[in-house]
């Protein structure tokens, strides 16, 4: 490789002393369900933000508007631990002499261009897989973790079922040039730990997909060359119809796991189905249907004796308009993900692409980051997943399961404020309660002090008596925390935005089985999440 600008190498030397202090070491194996330090059997969870470099010029998109240690500081200071970093398999099969300097030329992309020439010039002489590998050592001397994933074969924009990259065989997925790719990926980044995981094919799709060819066949024989020539890292293998369904393995099982070294991955947005159920029907519904979904066809696979890590590597929401659906959809879906405390990989860090789908400079919405790169695009929506964020089950634990009472729609979790009513705030330091998970008194821990409600629009009360009090999760989401008043009338808890932290019962929205209530009970939806990590 080009030798990097002594500048940028100064950056790194001192990027790697001042963020590169992970409590794990690397490389990771799998242990059941869960992602481990491979040396110290330690649980690391991964919570991580896609970064596209598949997409024609093939560089890393961002690099013509922050300077690239910038970008990996914002990174890690909103907390994402990885990346998962997309790559086209003609990049390192087709284009792998092309410099980014005529990767752009060819493109015109002369303002782009100019970009890189200011913010990143050391790239522009680099070859694209050269390109590729410079982005990767920087982020490791941040301490970030690295998932490259096999994106699509063209470098194009993806995915739709009739772009011709879903399945093998279709007329741009050559599968020897497929896995001679990610042989050459493996190879090239063999010794460097930071590079965590290959992602073996991005939602694999379209009407050629055959379950038992892509399981058995494809995945064992990718998984396999990539093995042989990178034994350290995982490999990653996609569920069918865009990355949605793993139900296979209700009936058949992994004929390898490579030295635990094989996971799943699965992804989900707002949207898929008919219509448009979180704005058109009952929300509570919705949930409930989207909850079910993601169970049966990609969360049992981290149930039972064969149970298989599932990186949840896609979701997202539109940050920028935020529409009802999304918003929705990802209060939801937060819930999920944190009962089961998923590794996961948020779609997505960029805020806009040198060109995509042929519109220069087009801006992502679903971006974390701004139009410039410069800052964070919606901070709510960062603050919504601060849970996620954090480690809430350690498989090494021998700490009792407790809750943490936990509200989506903002991102807060409940305790005892200064006061003595309960607040909802900050995550960190979370406060802990017990509840039997059915129907029972809901107690704030090692207090004797239990949850009372006394009145509709009343804040609760923490009272010693714990024998007049019961709550139960209601509603077809079972997300609505209820106790009946002195009529024997549900009341629910409720926080309004703009989520000060005040939180009242109140009557409870849309928890019958009526499919045209179409009110927003997310105000009242409250996850009670187990956790055996002590606060």
Known sequence: MKMLGKNFQAILLFSFILYAVPCYSLPLKTQGRWLVDERTGERVKLHCANWPAHVFPMLAEGLDKQPLPFIASEIVKNNYNC?????????????????????????????????????????????????????????????????????????????????????????????????EGLKLVAQRFKGKSQLISIGLRNEPRGKNQNATLWFDHYIMEAAAQVHQANPDVLVIASGLNFATDLTYFKNHSLKSNFDNKLIFEGHSYSWGGKGNPWVDGSVNKACADKIGSLNNNLGFVTNGENAVPLFFSEFGIDRKQMPADDDRFLSCFSTWAA??????????????????????????????????????????????????????????????LNYIMYHPQSGACVGEGMDGQIRAGNCKGLTRWTHNGHEGPLELKRTGLCLKAIGDGLPPILTPDCSQTTWKPISASKLHLASKDHRGEYLCLHLEPPFAGNIVTKKCICVGDDPTCKDNPTSQWFKLVETNIEN
């Open 339 to 400: 009962e089961k405390d998923l590794d996961w990989g948020l779609w997505a860090l960029q805020g806009s692409y040198y060109l995509r789908q042929n519109v220069t400079n087009m801006e992502e919405y679903f971006g974390v980051l701004e139009i410039d790169w410069d800052r964070v695009k919606n901070p709510k929506v960062e603050r919504r997943l601060g849970l996620l964020k954090q480690t809430l089950l350690d498989p090494k634990s021998t700490a009792p």
């Open 83 to 179: 990346i998962r970093f997309t790559f086209s398999t003609h990049m390192f099969t087709r284009y792998a002499n092309l410099t980014i300097e005529e990767s752009f030329d060819r493109l015109n992309l002369k303002k782009a261009k100019a970009g890189v020439i200011k913010h990143n010039p050391f790239v522009l002489e680099m070859t694209v897989p050269q390109a590729y590998e410079a982005v990767v050592d920087a982020l490791g001397a941040f301490g970030i973790m690295i998932d490259a994933d096999n994106h699509i074969s063209e470098p194009i924009w993806c995915c739709s079922n009739d772009d011709e990259n879903g399945f093998p065989n279709d007329p741009h997925f050559d599968p020897e040039e497929w896995i």
